[in-house]
């Protein structure tokens, strides 16, 4: 217990260190601060979910003492406590139920959809303590945005008129909860795979690696994502909840389009040339992903890689 104790303080320290470092204002404070979950999760992969539980809670403490009781919040509903999740999530086992023996792994589906609800719960968090009502909410995003105009005015830049700045930061509130709920998943996943592949070159990573092309999304997330989606044009709180939730629910059909993309081309000469392309659009242009999507989302509703598989790729990992 000794031992994973100072693990946990080792991996919160280095978690908080993350954080505070935006405070510092300089030109990697960003970057380094995504990678808050980072340390987390390796020691709950690595090591075991109590070194990862007694992380998060050093470092929400510490975040707590140094600056307010608002970062110790913060930190356990949007890192620490959807890092923690993630990783104890990775590592459950039941036994195979087909009698074949071992172990069938979470998979890597539910670790998707995981990542997407709690991305989706800590943005809603995050904006119920802003503001209790969507006037409130709108009426501090709308204040924010004056503010940035303000100082673009100052630096020499046009500015905007009155009515303009009004329009622009009633947009910004509607997309503000559906783009941070997309970058809390993403970033999440992000540490998720490295600390995994940390785990997995030190010796130290209990399960196999799974068949990341493997991932497909339970055909009931497209009936759910047409509910969110027509929930999402509902007013108020309601509808910025919907529209976290549906962009979450979003990012894990992008990855869910990619690994059957993967899969599909296994085996097909045009293969390197396909990836390549859909990956260098996604990433250089930015409105291909909504494509990927669309492609998982197929997928996901017509199983397309049953129906036009090439059968050359390597089975799934035993993780479903």
């Not at 303000?150 to 830049?157: H, R």
């Not at 500015?159 to 783009?179: Q, R, Y």
């Not at 859909?278 to 049953?306: E, H, I, Q, S």
């Amino acid at each position: 217990m000794g031992q994973i104790l100072l693990i946990g303080l080792a991996a919160g320290a280095a978690s908080a260190l993350l954080v505070a470092g935006v405070a510092a204002g300089t030109v990697l404070a960003v970057p380094l601060f995504y990678l808050a979950p980072l340390p987390i999760m390796v020691a709950g992969l690595a090591f075991s979910h109590w070194a990862a539980l007694f992380g998060v809670l050093f470092a929400a403490a510490g975040l707590g003492a140094v600056f307010t009781s608002t970062f110790l919040f913060a930190y356990l509903i949007g890192i620490g406590g959807p890092a923690w999740a993630l990783a104890y999530a990775a590592l459950l086992a039941r036994e195979d139920a087909a009698g074949r023996g071992g172990l069938v792994w979470f998979s890597v589906a539910g670790l998707v959809l995981l990542a997407a609800g709690l991305a989706a719960v800590s943005t809603m968090a995050g904006l119920l303590s802003v503001a209790s009502d969507y006037e409130a909410y709108r009426a501090a995003v709308s204040a924010a945005f004056s503010a940035f105009v303000d100082v673009q005015k100052e630096a020499g830049g046009a500015g905007l008129a009155p009515a303009d700045a009004a329009n622009m930061a009633g947009i910004v509130a509607g997309v503000l909860p559906g783009m941070a709920a997309a970058l809390c998943m993403v970033t999440q996943l992000i540490c998720l795979y490295l600390a995994a592949r940390a785990a997995r070159v030190s010796g130290r990573l209990a399960r196999p690696w799974p068949h990341l092309a493997g991932l497909r999304l339970p055909p009931v997330t497209s009936l759910l994502l047409a509910v969110i989606v027509a929930a999402s044009v509902a007013p108020g709180m309601i509808g910025l909840a919907a529209s976290a939730a549906g962009s979450a629910l979003v990012v894990a059909f992008v990855l869910a389009g990619f690994a059957a993309l993967h899969d599909l081309t296994r085996g097909r000469a045009a293969r390197p040339l396909i990836l390549t392309a859909a990956w260098v659009a996604t990433l250089a242009l930015g409105w291909p992903v909504l494509g990927v999507a669309v492609f998982g989302l197929v997928d996901t509703m017509f199983d397309l890689r049953t129906r036009f598989s090439t059968g050359g790729g390597p089975p799934a990992a035993n993780d479903r």
